[in-house]
């Protein structure tokens, strides 16, 4: 479990909110195929954020479409009444919002007992401070850099001071946790992210609209 979520690397994965749900095992085969790292799905509930998606059955039926790391965002508003769904649909990270109703430590406690990754993510309006304390408890911190509800926004620069904040806590506590950007990735905002000290990158646009999506997860990853 520890090793999974890089550290000194940078991954690359897809939101698979942006690809076609017709047809997403043949999504997901393309871009592993091109060298994705990791499946971000982003499971959204009509209540913390204004959208709906998918559930843990799909998690479930998409498990067996790949080996690739599955990685859980519960944009949902109870999500500690899910995790144990989850985890057994196969997930291999599981990402609860601070935002979200509940106790949040509570809640990466129960995801750290099925041995898979808690990760925690925080919207554009919480600010660094208040992530800084459950640091210990996680492998990864998620930094959205849109609101979260719908794909296609544009990246939100002015959350690049966060992703600096929270990476020096990382550093100066020397903790194995990596942080993850969500929200207008392509070449250039990737770019950003990476310098301000982000290392795990979600596209969702940018690669499934790509005419090359190797490419395109390269570019992400230069």
Request: proline share 6%; hydrophobic share 50%.
């Amino acid at each position: 479990m520890a090793n999974l979520v890089p550290q000194h690397q940078i991954w690359a994965g897809p939101s698979i909110v942006a690809g076609d749900f017709a047809d997403l095992r043949c999504e997901i085969e393309r871009l592993t195929a091109a060298g994705a790292d990791y499946i971000h799905l982003d499971v959204m509930d009509g209540h913390f954020v204004p959208n709906i998606t998918i559930g843990a059955p799909v998690v479930k039926d998409l498990r067996k479409t790949t080996a690739l790391p599955l990685d859980a965002h519960l944009m949902i508003t109870h999500p500690l009444q899910y995790i144990d769904d989850f985890a057994k649909a196969g997930a291999d990270i599981i990402t609860v919002h601070l935002e979200s109703e509940g106790d949040t430590a509570q809640a990466l406690k129960k995801i750290r007992t099925h041995h898979i990754i808690p990760a925690l993510a925080i919207k554009p309006g919480t600010p660094a401070e208040q992530a800084l304390s459950l640091l210990p408890l996680v492998g990864m911190v998620l930094v959205m850099t849109v609101e979260p509800g719908f794909s296609g926004q544009a990246f939100m620069p002015d959350m690049l001071p966060k992703i600096r904040a929270i990476r020096d806590e990382i550093t100066r506590r020397d903790l194995p946790v990596g942080i993850q950007v969500d929200g207008g990735i392509n070449a250039q905002t990737a770019r950003e992210a990476v310098a301000a000290g982000a290392n795990i990158l979600v596209a969702g646009n940018y690669l499934f609209g790509a005419d090359d999506v190797a490419a395109a997860i390269a570019a992400l990853r230069a």
